[in-house]
């Protein structure tokens, strides 16, 4: 009896992991993103913890030299691409459909591939630490010290192929939500009546699919370079290295904006449901959102004021770099607009949303500092610019992520997160992160350059080297009381209800979690704050409840694909053609099932309580 | 020049000796005041936001038992035109002056009368007074008071030239030569290290620049050009033999000697230079005992390998390249 109580249980375990490996439920897709991309983001503080343990006293011994390279290569490479760019995709995924009024994205079999590829990328980055070496030359990855002359071991394969394959994932997740907001909104979901974190996933899609390519190539140059003796940045062979950090930059400015604008679209939903207000001037945000976009392309080149392009081409990337200023002004203005006159309820969402504004400010004025190119031939490559790009990240996006995770947690889990966690857990992460950064700003004038593993004692800096260390500690801290708040609030947080916080948007709307098929009945949005609305509108005209509701049936072939690459990845990098055809055979297995599969799908019919 | 000149010229130690913010010349203070604009006037922007912001927030937090909104203001034309255009006014403030400096602090085409190519290697520096016909290495001797062209490049990965106190970073890319100057307004001994990440060495990759006066820096060009040959004492001669049979010569060049090795740091003149180990450590006896005995275990990544020198050989080549001057 006990052996058979046993076995139903493995064997329900095993359908559980089944149906999260064969799922193509835009929720459930997001749940995966940010579980793995949350994991991920500790592996990177992790790094950091080291590299500032490293620095809290000058001339230390903890690490070497060569672990250093690889913890700041690991740090850079995992936060942008393997943790905060997919913690924002997850939380795009989660949400966006329900925004729109969609039931799922416009190619859910997309979408997971998008997530098993993300998946294998971060797999294949993690494992080098185990297999060689990790990546040692930067998350930039500069030529020539990362081609094989100067950099024989395998980790920078690990690199080129992990983040190739992890970001064709991304490039697809852009494509597909370009379509989904195009095309899959509920009716009377007009543009112009979006919220705007829609917005922002609508243009960010953009900048992921222009982005991207142009670090696809130029991997692809490194990888035929390494493995194919090509001689693209081998300069005996005529080779060019500042040819890899324009294509480097032509895709790793935009990628800023890539982490940057979906934050802007959380602080504008959250500011706004905390303000109990329509967001101010809605118009000129989604305008400063496509003006920041479009100039995010024009401006790589203030990355390389140092690189010798001359004054005439330093100037007009100084000027087009500046103008970024005005737009990015302007929304803060409107959030500072958004609160005035409303009833701010001091939630722990509306906490972290507040405190990005100041600490956006800080790395946004420092950002026009190092837009000028004689200024920043002092910042560049110092821990000035540590300081700023930390303030942007962290006081921007992760604030933002972090808001974000209080505000949606709810309609994800269906529970609430503890307040007074969250309050302890905003202090700590918000002195922490300030008592970390902005000493760090002093040290990059006072001489000390980026990526040095130690320093002297002479430079005088020893006393706020440590202070930024312990700054790193309470921030550790304050991440530690949020790991603790997910925890808590999964295990006996309390039942959310579909709208804990009176909210404006069509997500608050259904149950929570929201049902498979998102909507019993279509929602029909007649403005803007479409639930906002619809809360307060005396007509009750509703579609009748949709009793045959089709939906995309599960299917293993993406993990299927996304293995084949990685392992086509794991031959290459060691040489070995017959896994390489192996691997690709799989994912070419994939492809020819995805395209000639007919998927019958199935048919849902809403329960009474999905249905209210 | 012996070392007790550059020893005099140090002066009071300074509290930050690699500061941007205390500059010594005219490239350093061009950018040290484009720095104080830029921070004063973005200091104002983010008291005047951060003032309305804390304002708002204060005013308007709800109190218990009140949560109907106020007001539902979207919309406010005038406001919005006057938050575009002021963030406009400030940008030209400063775009002004930066992109006058951007040409400005450009060197001019014809080099002017000390003219330096710096090479990059991993991971040390090799300067060549191209029209005066000498080579060193780490620790740049400059005239004061006087514009120094330097065209820069490197032997193999990308490095950067930072003495902040002199210049911002100008890149030194393999294959590409760049130009920028630098000008010491005073005698002194100005410190700066390599600024782009190039390898396991790169936090140690020490450039010193040392201002001196006309007059010293033609006796150290003379000096430079005819360096004393042969050693006086007879372990420095041990030395110099040694020099040439342990592998040494291989890589180092002695100017006026059979030394002609291209791979490391030129070394004539070394016993004249205030450290060694690409400015690692201070140039005493002591300390180049310690090199000789491991490089690798001061410098992580030289390519200077260790050489299981024994004891006595280290003190005769210790005693050789002190007598070197």
């Known amino acids: 009896m006990a052996m058979a109580l046993g076995r139903a249980a493995t064997a ?54 060569a672990m250093y390279s690889q913890l700041f290569t690991m740090h850079g490479t995992t936060m942008i691409f393997l ?27 997309l979408n997971a591939l998008s997530y098993w590829m993300y998946l294998a990328g971060a797999l294949l980055l993690n494992s080098s630490w185990f297999l060689g070496g990790a990546p040692n030359a930067g998350w930039f990855n500069y030529a020539p010290i990362s081609t094989g002359a100067y950099n ?29 907001i195009l095309a899959m909104r509920t009716e009377g979901m007009s543009l112009m009546r979006m919220p705007l974190f829609v917005w922002t996933t609508l243009i960010t899609s953009l900048l992921i699919i222009f982005a991207f390519p142009p670090l696809t190539a130029n991997l692809f140059f490194l990888m035929f370079d390494r493995l194919a003796g090509t001689a693209f940045f081998n300069v005996p062979h005529g080779g060019d290295v500042v040819l890899w950090e324009q294509l480097f930059w032509t895709f790793g400015h935009p990628e800023v904006y ?100 100041p600490t956006f400010v800080v790395g946004g004025t420092s950002g026009v500092m190092t837009a000028l190119a004689p200024a920043d031939m002092q910042f560049h490559d110092s821990y000035f610019v540590v300081a700023h790009l930390h303030y942007v990240l962290i006081g921007g ?33 918000t002195v922490g992160f300030n008592v970390a950064f902005l000493p760090q700003h002093f040290i990059g004038l006072w001489g000390m350059p980026r990526r040095v593993y130690t320093y002297g004692p002479g430079l005088g800096l020893s006393f706020w080297n440590a202070l930024s260390t312990v700054g790193v500690f309470i921030l550790t801290l304050g991440i530690l009381v949020m790991v603790m708040n997910v925890v808590h609030a999964l295990r006996r947080g309390e039942a959310a209800g579909p709208d804990p916080w009176d909210g404006r948007t069509l997500e608050w709307s259904t149950a929570s979690p929201a049902p498979p098929y998102n909507f019993a009945r279509l929602p029909r949005v007649r403005g803007r704050d479409a639930f906002w609305e619809q809360k307060r509108s005396t007509e009750r005209e509703l579609w009748p409840v949709d009793r045959h509701i089709h939906l995309p049936s599960p299917t293993p072939v993406p993990a299927l694909m996304a293995l084949g690459l990685l392992v086509a990845a794991y031959g290459a990098i060691f040489r070995s053609i017959p896994v390489v055809a192996a691997g690709l055979g799989l994912t070419v297995y994939g492809i020819h099932r995805s395209m000639f599969d007919v998927d019958p799908g199935v048919i849902v019919t809403p329960t009474e309580e999905g249905a209210a | 020049m012996g070392p007790s000149v550059i020893a005099g010229m140090a002066g009071a130690p300074l509290r930050y000796p690699q500061s941007a913010l205390a500059p010594a010349g005219p490239v350093a203070r061009s950018e040290f005041q484009l720095i104080q604009l830029s921070l004063v006037i973005m200091l104002g922007v983010f008291v005047a936001v951060t003032a309305a912001f804390a304002y708002t927030a204060v005013r308007y937090r709800s109190r218990p038992g009140n949560l109907a909104p106020a007001s539902a203001v979207d919309e406010n034309r005038r406001l919005e035109i006057g938050w575009t255009l002021v963030p406009l006014i400030l940008l030209v403030v400063m775009a002004v ?20 190519r710096v090479i990059g290697h991993q991971f040390w520096w090799e300067l060549q007074y191209t029209r005066l016909g000498v080579t060193t290495a780490n620790e740049l001797v400059i005239p004061y008071g006087r514009k120094i062209d330097l065209s820069l490049t490197s032997a193999d990965v990308i490095h950067s030239f930072w003495v902040p106190r002199l210049a911002g970073k100008t890149d030194l890319n393999p294959g590409q030569l760049n130009t920028a100057w630098i000008q010491a307004d005073r005698p002194g001994v100005y410190e700066g290290q390599c600024a782009e990440y190039c390898g396991l060495g790169h936090a140690n990759m020490h450039i010193r620049v040392v201002a001196v006066t006309d007059r010293e820096f033609a006796r150290w060009v003379d000096g430079m050009r005819h360096p004393r040959v042969t050693p006086a004492s007879a372990l420095a001669k041990r030395g110099m033999a040694l020099f040439g049979q342990v592998g040494c010569s291989s890589c180092h060049t002695v100017a006026g000697t059979r030394f002609h090795g291209q791979l490391g740091p030129e070394l004539t003149g070394m ?31 030289s390519t200077m390998p260790d050489l299981h020198l024994t004891g006595s050989q280290i003190s005769a080549l210790t005693a050789y390249v002190e007598s070197l001057r």
């Open chain 1, 83 to 109: 943790a905060v760019m997919p913690i924002l995709v997850g939380f795009m995924n989660a949400v966006m459909p329900l925004m729109i009024g969609a039931r799922d994205v416009a190619f859910p079999r």
């Open chain 2, 97 to 116: 002056p930066t992109v006058k400096d951007s040409y400005a602090l450009t060197p001019p085409d014809t080099p002017r009368v000390v003219d330096v």
């Open chain 1, 258 to 357: 890539i982490l940057v604008l979906p934050a802007f679209g959380i602080i504008s939903e959250v500011v706004a449901t905390f303000s109990r207000k329509p967001l101010f001037g809605y118009a000129s945000m989604v305008w400063a959102v496509e003006v920041i976009a479009f100039l995010s392309f024009i401006v790589w080149s203030h990355h390389m004021f140092p690189v010798g392009l001359g004054p005439t081409v330093n100037t007009m990337f100084v000027l087009t770099s500046m103008a970024i200023a005005v737009p990015t002004g302007i929304k803060i203005f409107n959030w500072i607009a958004t609160m005035w006159g409303g009833r701010i309820q001091l939630t722990t969402a509306m906490l972290f949303a507040m405190s990005f504004i």
């Open chain 1, 397 to 429: 996006t992760l604030m933002a992520v972090f808001a974000a995770a209080y505000y949606w947690f709810p309609k994800i889990t269906g529970r609430l997160m503890s307040e007074r966690l969250g309050r302890w857990n905003f202090w700590l992460v």
């Open chain 1, 152 to 180: 024989p071991g395998p980790g920078i394969d690990f690199y080129d192929l992990g983040v190739q394959i992890a970001g064709i994932g991304t490039l697809m997740t852009g494509i597909n939500f370009l379509v989904t």
């Open chain 1, 12 to 65: 329900a375990v095993r359908l559980r992991a089944w149906s999260w490996l064969t799922t193509v439920d835009h929720k459930r897709i997001g749940i995966l993103y940010l579980v793995t991309s949350a994991f991920l983001f500790l592996v990177g503080g992790f790094e950091a913890f080291l590299i500032r343990l490293q620095l809290i006293r000058p001339d230390n011994h903890l690490v070497s030299s």
């Open chain 2, 271 to 301: 016993g004249n230079r205030a450290t060694i180990a690409a400015g690692t450590l201070t140039n005493t006896p002591a300390h180049l005992r310690r090199w000789l005995a491991n490089p690798p275990a001061i410098l992580p990544g």
